[in-house]
């Protein structure tokens, strides 16, 4: 079975601040794939990020980092200099590939509130 | 515009009473998607679709049912046998579930049920 926990509920911070969003995924499949949304207030995901089991490289877009970690099944997003329209619903998502590809398998979500 | 359109975008039915959300995409995907929203809860598979005239229950099917007649289209109903439907209703497509490597999940902006 496969499980992603994001133990965040909510987080709120200051406009500036920087802000870790934890996720900790489970999964048997030894090949599988990694992913971020963002849900505005909108209601339509947003994608963010798509990473593979076997590449661990962090990786930076902008404001936006990702730090995978296999050895302890987390794949951890950051915003740095936060801004108002961060403010939204992240979810994080988990695939496996052992089976044939499954459908995504989602986080329970944490919303971010980003104060002025 | 590519993209994926659901209707309607609210919705409100009486108790015992079955209802239709639609779900076009012009992206020429082959999977389609419906995930159920609530409060807390994340996203949830109800059911998917990989080729037309092929469907696939996800975790939470029961009281669902689907038809994929088109490529452009994965209607949802929601019938009288679901206990608990007021939620938040959303279609995706990708272009393939065997191919999640090649592309992320494309989301409509949702359909929100309210059962009275």
């Known amino acids: 079975a496969q499980k992603v926990t994001q133990a965040q509920t909510e987080i709120s911070v200051v406009e500036k601040e920087d802000v870790t969003l934890d996720c900790v995924y489970e999964?048997?499949?030894?090949?599988?794939?990694l992913f971020w949304y963002k849900q505005p207030p909108s209601g339509e995901l947003v994608f963010l990020i798509r990473?593979?089991?076997?590449?661990?490289q962090n990786e930076i877009s902008g404001r936006y980092s990702w730090n995978f970690q296999k050895s302890t099944s987390s794949f951890n997003f950051t915003i740095t200099a936060s801004q108002v329209v961060d403010s939204a619903v992240y979810f994080c998502?988990?695939?496996?590939?052992?089976?044939?590809?499954?459908?995504?398998?989602f986080g329970k979500g944490t919303r971010l509130s980003v104060i002025a | 515009d590519g993209g994926i359109t659901q209707s309607p975008k609210y919705l409100f039915r009486k108790e015992g009473q079955n209802v239709t959300l639609s779900c076009e995409q012009n992206l020429n995907h082959d999977a389609m998607y419906w995930y159920r929203q609530d409060p807390g809860q994340g996203l949830r598979l109800i059911y998917y679709s990989q080729i037309v005239n092929d469907f696939q229950k996800g975790d939470i099917a029961e009281g669902y049912s689907v038809s994929r007649e088109k490529k452009e289209s994965f209607p949802l109903t929601v019938t009288s046998a679901q206990k608990n439907p007021t939620a938040f209703y959303l279609c995706?497509?990708?272009?393939?579930?065997?191919?999640?490597?090649?592309?992320?999940?494309?989301f409509g902006e949702g359909s929100r049920l309210t059962v009275l």
């Open positions: 999964t048997r499949d030894t090949t599988y794939y």
């Open positions: 998502a988990l695939s496996g590939t052992n089976s044939g590809n499954t459908p995504l398998v």
């Open positions: 995706a497509s990708s272009i393939g579930v065997s191919r999640v490597a090649d592309g992320e999940l494309f």
């Open positions: 990473r593979n089991s076997f590449d661990e």
